[in-house]
């Protein structure tokens, strides 16, 4: 018998720092994308899923394509449960036959770790007794967007093949949770929670405990990437991820994009996180100019990036010093 379990924790969530009082109690607007950025490289076309077995009825869904989508699923002994649907009905449709080539089970659950469409627009595929699982802040952002409205955000990420998007329809989740769910498939027990914003506003970690496999969705990239606050909290994701690594024993992260890591990574991007708060403030104190601060800065020496995701993370790292430096207070 499936046993499922709602419950509800107390989640202080920080507002995104651009929403901070300004001069005369007026807001700060997000500043543009930083020089050097470049958006991710999302584009599903050609990209095959690796299915790989992480431990009894744990498998990872992992791109061919670095920094395009990962998935996965979880078999327990009466069915199972799908984390991520993908970015349209084609990849939608490969994680159903990887899970197919698996098991004849039911897919009882689908979990979207968060609200982009490269995470959820595979979801129409899944069959209509698969109940799709989110935090209700992913549900409240999917029911405020449109496909139009996603495609028209996310044409840089592809590299304005809209052809990606052909056939897709938004289904919305069914079931939705403020800060933990968790299900029993038989043997097996999987938990999905929210600890608070980090590169999105509605990042959720799924997780089986009995395996110490967490997939992390957008909240931590894969080998050789660094965190991208584009929620603008800096301090928020930094206590997200006290969250996390005090709640959670996480020996292996299947992560959104990316090759699969360590549990040590969530520490890893704890660290970057203090060390961009700590040279913003640094660079505030000393009266350097936001865009002095910004415009030419690398990633600082500690943090091994992939070769070939260096122009990538660059542009990211820019983007988390704009934010850290708004929230360091000074007046642009």
């Known amino acids: ?9 107390l989640v202080l969530v920080s507002p995104p720092a651009f929403e901070a009082q300004g001069p005369a109690g007026t807001a700060r607007q997000p500043p543009p994308p930083p020089p050097g950025y470049i958006p ?56 159903l036959d990887a899970v197919h080539r698996v098991t004849d089970k039911p897919i009882r659950y689908l979990v979207n770790t968060n609200a982009f469409g490269d995470h959820t627009f595979g979801n129409y595929v899944f069959p209509p007794e698969t109940k799709i699982v989110a935090s209700r802040r992913t549900l409240d952002a999917l029911k405020n967007t449109t496909v139009g409205d996603v495609r ?59 395996a110490r496999v967490a997939w992390t969705g957008n909240l931590i990239f894969g080998a050789g990437t660094i965190p991208w606050a584009q929620a603008g909290g800096i301090a928020a994701y930094r206590q997200t991820l006290d969250r996390l ?16 890591v360590g549990g040590d990574t969530i520490a890893t991007y704890q660290r970057y996180l203090a060390t961009v708060q700590q040279a913003a403030a640094d660079a505030v104190g000393r009266g350097v100019s936001f865009d002095d601060f910004v415009s030419t800065a690398q990633i600082p020496a500690g943090f091994d990036i992939a070769p070939a995701l260096v122009p990538l993370m660059t542009g990211f790292h820019r983007w988390n010093l704009q934010r850290a430096y708004i929230e360091a207070g000074p007046k642009l």
């Open 1 to 9: 018998m499936i046993r499922i379990v709602l419950c509800a924790i």
């Open 40 to 95: 991710p490289p999302l584009n599903p076309s050609g990209v095959t899923l690796e299915t790989r077995r992480l431990a009894d009825g744990v498998y990872a869904l992992v791109a061919n394509t670095p920094f395009t989508d990962n998935s996965g699923f979880v078999v327990g002994s009466d069915a199972v449960l799908v984390v991520d649907s993908q970015f349209n009905g084609r990849m939608g449709r490969q994680v």
């Open 152 to 210: 028209q955000r996310m044409a840089p990420t592809v590299g304005n093949d809209l052809s990606v998007f052909e056939g897709v329809e938004l289904r919305l989740p069914d079931i939705t949770f403020d800060e933990e769910w968790s299900v029993d498939l038989g043997g097996r027990r999987v938990e999905a929670r929210f600890f608070g914003q980090g590169m999105s506003p509605n990042d959720t970690v799924v997780y089986v405990p009995g």
């Open 245 to 260: 690594s005090s709640t959670l024993d996480v020996g292996t992260i299947v992560p959104g994009h990316g090759a699969l």
